[in-house]
Structure formats: structure tokens, C-alpha cells
């Protein structure tokens, strides 16, 4: 158990539904990452908050969105899903920011596995 | 162009093989260089990380670093059917962008 808890792990959903995924770090990490992994594209990067801030925006598609809650806990609104947003989708979090000098360490989540049929 | 560029495999080797695991990447920025394991159905651990050039060793599992190549190497000595596995290498700027570049994995199979 890496202490990075994610529900759920499964989900099955039809085209244009709205799913939420969420998250909740190790304890006294700041930072939660989000991760789409899918077969023909690795792991890509989504989004990073920090201590309840967005501090970081990749390849995350505007029908996606997040946010971290006061309880560091964080949530991944998919939306007008596509068959296309079916993959895991993992959330990791580490202690620092990250965005000084360091290796910033992630530790991952199990992932929540999305289908859209 | 992909900035990181990794083989899937699948790589199959026989109990005891020593085995070689690499990536390429295009950005010189990247000063942080990791490898994760991902077991079937499960999030990626770190293995080990090592920054900008060089070797490090941790047991059975050694990590290279030829920057000037722009090329990083896992290698796994008297591999284990337990070491089958997704490894994936991952990469940082010393500053500024903060999230973690991956490779798309490479699939490894050891044969008992």
C-alpha cells in the first residue's frame, strides 16, 4: 500500500456522461498529480496542485477539470466523456512543490480504471 | 516527436538473464532521471533516481546517466520472475516545470 488512496478503481460509463475520480495523498504530502495512462500513450501528464492551488496544467483537455480541497484531498471531473478518455487514471503525490531543485519524488495511487462505452 | 522515447517490448528473458533497459530523451533541460516499476494493475513505484550523469547501484539494479548521449540505461543483474514488469523512465528539470516527463514503459517478461 503506498498510502495514496484512489476510488474508484473501476468505472464503467456510457459516451457523454460526467464521472468523478477522486484522490486522497500520503499523509503530509502537499502536492497531488494527475496522470491519464493509456496503451498507445503512456502516462501524460494532467494536472498538479499544491496545498489547494493549481501550480501546473499539461495535456489535461477542457472537458477535464480539478481541484484539491482543503483537506488536501483531490477530485477529477471528466465530462461529455469520449470513447477516447477511457484509461487509468492515476494520482500521485509528493511532499514538496517541486518546482525548486530536487527529484521530487512521486508516489502513486492504484489508479481508477475508466471505460466509456 | 516524443520527448522521451522508450521501447515497449515486450522483452522476455530466461531466469538468471541480465537485462537492459533504456530511453532517450530530446530535452537537455532534464537534470532527474528515474525508473519506475508498474506491476499488472497497479500504480508505478520508484526504483531508483539518479541526477544528471553517472552510476548508481541499488542491489541487483544499477542506473546509468550519459547525458551527452541523452541516454539512460536500467540495468537488472540475475533477474527474477518477480522483476516482470512495465518499467517506465521518467525525467525532471532541476527548476520550473514540476511534474514528471515519462517514457511510455517497457514491458518485461522473466521466465522461470
Known amino acids: 500500500d503506498s498510502g495514496v488512496t484512489q476510488t474508484p478503481k473501476h468505472l464503467i460509463t456510457a459516451t457523454g456522461q460526467r464521472v468523478t475520480l477522486r484522490c486522497s495523498p500520503r499523509s503530509g504530502d502537499l502536492s497531488v498529480y494527475w496522470y491519464q495512462q493509456s496503451l498507445d500513450q503512456g502516462l501524460q501528464f494532467l494536472i498538479q496542485?499544491?496545498?489547494?492551488?493549481?501550480?501546473a496544467k499539461g495535456n489535461i483537455l477542457e472537458r477535464f477539470s480539478a481541484q484539491q480541497f482543503p483537506d488536501l484531498h483531490s477530485e477529477l471531473n471528466l465530462s461529455s466523456l469520449e470513447l477516447g478518455d477511457s484509461a487509468l487514471y492515476f494520482c500521485?503525490?509528493?511532499?514538496?512543490?517541486?518546482?525548486?531543485?530536487?527529484?521530487?519524488?512521486?508516489?502513486f495511487g492504484a489508479g481508477s480504471r475508466l471505460t466509456v462505452l | 516527436q516524443k520527448e522521451v522515447e522508450q521501447d515497449p517490448g515486450p522483452l522476455s528473458v530466461p531466469e538468471g538473464a541480465i537485462v537492459s533497459l533504456n530511453c532517450t530523451y530530446s530535452n537537455s533541460a532534464f537534470q532527474y532521471f528515474m525508473w519506475y516499476r508498474q506491476y499488472s494493475r497497479k500504480g508505478p513505484e520508484l526504483l531508483m533516481y539518479?541526477?544528471?550523469?553517472g552510476n548508481k547501484e541499488d542491489g541487483r539494479f544499477t542506473a546509468q546517466v550519459d547525458k551527452s548521449s541523452k541516454y539512460i540505461s536500467l540495468f537488472i543483474r540475475d533477474s527474477q520472475p518477480s522483476d516482470s514488469a512495465t518499467y517506465l523512465c521518467a525525467m525532471k528539470r532541476d527548476t520550473g516545470r514540476r511534474a514528471l516527463t515519462f517514457g511510455s514503459g517497457t514491458r518485461l517478461q522473466v521466465q522461470p
Open positions: 496542485y499544491y496545498n489547494g492551488e493549481e501550480r
Open positions: 539518479t541526477y544528471s550523469s
Open positions: 500521485a503525490s509528493s511532499v514538496a512543490e517541486g518546482g525548486s531543485s530536487g527529484a521530487n519524488v512521486l508516489t
